[in-house]
């Protein structure tokens, strides 16, 4: 087991005993995710894979999206922006009503690695207002637009950075095809799999790699499933 390895359970234990001990203060936490960390805390020997959807929730396809996963008793986790969660509340509320994870994916899409620590905060911060006014509950789960942070982003808020193993680049190719053929070809055992609720494309494709994964003997889960599987 890498020294990586090793530091990340303990970044995860001691995340755990933090958030019970801090009770209702706020604490910093500023965590990279992604399988690497995640493989080791599998105890089950059952293939799981996270499905990401981001950048909604889509007028034109989060619905269907939804029935969709709902046919095919599957939960993935939505990375939202905020203005569109405030444009679609009702997209919210299905999403989690269905039993999905809702995550922060900023308030306008814009690179929080390139903006004054201060404007960075409040893109999540706003965005996690508008989440909780909706369902109730605020975001744990952080995916920063490109996967593009800043170090020693203390925004004083308790959440988690999840970022991706697979991306077939869906919003770029919108080929259902190649989506899934890339998908299929990079998949493995603990995998986060990064997709977009914008396309048609995407949705197609993201119900074939379920199906075809499914028959494989993998099971769907939420992000949380696997970053808090301990051993
Ligand atoms: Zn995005």
Redesign the pocket.
């Known amino acids: 087991m890498s020294r990586i390895r090793k530091a990340l359970i303990w970044m995860n234990l001691a995340l755990a005993v933090l958030v019970i001990a801090a009770g209702a203060c706020r604490i910093r936490v500023n965590h990279l995710v992604n399988a690497e960390s995640m493989n080791i805390k599998k105890t089950s020997g059952i293939k799981e894979v996270a499905l990401t959807f981001?950048?909604g929730p889509s007028p034109e396809c989060t619905k269907d999206l939804l029935e969709g996963l709902k046919e095919r008793n599957v939960k993935a986790t939505f990375?939202v922006?905020g203005e569109k969660a405030e444009a679609y509340p009702d997209l919210i509320k299905k999403i989690q009503d269905d039993g999905h994870i809702i995550g922060n994916?900023s308030y306008t899409?814009v690179n929080l690695g390139i903006l004054s620590k201060k404007d960075a905060c409040e893109q999540i911060r706003k965005t996690n207002d508008v989440i909780y006014q909706i369902t109730g509950e605020y975001p744990q789960f952080l995916?920063s637009?490109?996967g593009s942070t800043q170090k020693n982003l203390d925004c004083q808020m308790n959440m988690i950075e999840v970022l991706w193993d697979v991306d077939p680049r869906d919003w770029e190719v919108q080929n259902k095809e190649k989506v899934v053929n890339k998908v299929m070809t990079d998949v493995k055992d603990g995998d986060i799999i990064l997709l977009?609720d914008g396309y048609d494309s995407s949705m197609l494709a993201a119900f074939e790699i379920i199906d075809r994964l499914q028959a494989q003997g993998y099971e769907f889960v939420t992000v949380d499933k696997l970053i808090f599987e301990l051993p």
């Open positions: 981001d950048d990375f922006i994916h899409h995916r637009p490109f977009h």
